[in-house]
């Protein structure tokens, strides 16, 4: 069951990059683990998936323990963080996709030992979410990165609303892309800003025509699992 719900997102990526003229080597599986536990996550590893997301730092701790046989899985932490809890996760993460805010950024800085890996969390829907930097302030706020050495900014992050229909989440993802551009066309070397981190379950293969480098999945994969 989890070998073809793998299967089947990975033929689904496969046929939105094919629509796009984009190379399906281009696009990372992301699996979100948060509602499965250590054991189905194992299987998946079994399976080959190598990049893991968790929205929750003690879940992610818990399923890095169990999976730590896999050497080469990249850990993601996809969820907001509250500042109190960075110092426990930072260290122990490749990924982090929800930089939103500059007492995070410099929590961050404070706590982290190595160049971390950041994607900043974008509100691209405005009224819908609570998270994620306006698209207006993205300009300023990768400016004020500036001096902090701990974080690279290695794209754009952005959740499209659940009840958006097809044409309003191809203009999301694409204002998304936009976005990315304008990052790169301020050409700093702490932000390359290469990647976008967008598409879900239910939107992932529209996320992937407009440039998703990252699709984050969950229930897809776990389907009757
Ligand atoms: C849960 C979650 C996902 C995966 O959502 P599914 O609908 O289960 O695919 C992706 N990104 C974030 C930030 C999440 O919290």
Redesign the pocket.
Known sequence: MLADNLNEIKETIKLACTHAHRSETEVTL?A?T??VDSEVAEQLAELGVEDF?E?RVDKLLEKKAALKNYSSIKWHL??NLQRRKVKLIINNIDYF??LDSLSLAEEIQKRAEKTISCFVEVNISAEESKHGLRKEKLKDFINQLSTMDKIRVVGL?T?APLNADDDELHTFFSELKDAQTMVREMNLPYAPCTDLSMG???D?PIAVEEGATFV???????RGA
């Open positions: 992301v979100v948060k509602s997301a929205n996809i969820g996709h929800a992050m959740m879900m379950s239910n992932f984050r999945v969950g229930r897809g994969l776990f």
